[in-house]
């Protein structure tokens, strides 16, 4: 697990920066920890889809949800990586995870 991934997963909250509406159902969510001790600061940018989080990005790297929702969801999530970066590898993460760094945002979808 990376560094970054450990990181988000100390952070008691995090402070929502921007809300995108990206079309019918599909929203980005930019948000922001900083990191006092080391000066540093945690910035991820989150796909929703319908009312769930199934995609994040931080530093680069690209994060999906390991569950199957639908084909839909699936070309959605793929869109929305290739529309932030030219990453080729994503890395699958538990959806409990993404479920909570919503909950650490206390934003309610």
């Known amino acids: 697990m990376s560094k970054r991934i450990l990181q988000i997963k100390k952070v008691q909250s995090f ?21 006092k001790f080391k000066n540093d600061q945690l910035l991820l940018t989150c796909f929703i889809s319908y009312k769930t989080i199934v995609a994040f990005s ?3 790297r690209v994060f999906k949800t390991d569950i199957f929702w639908s084909n ?30 919503i909950a650490k945002s206390g934003l309610t979808l």
């Open 58 to 60: 931080i530093d680069n």
């Open 72 to 101: 839909t969801t699936s070309r959605q999530i793929n869109l929305w990586i290739k529309s932030i970066s030219n990453i080729s590898v994503v890395s699958e993460v538990e959806q409990s995870f993404l479920d909570e760094i």
């Open 15 to 35: 402070d929502v920066l921007r809300v995108v509406n990206l079309g019918k159902n599909k929203t980005q969510i930019t948000l922001r920890n900083e990191i």
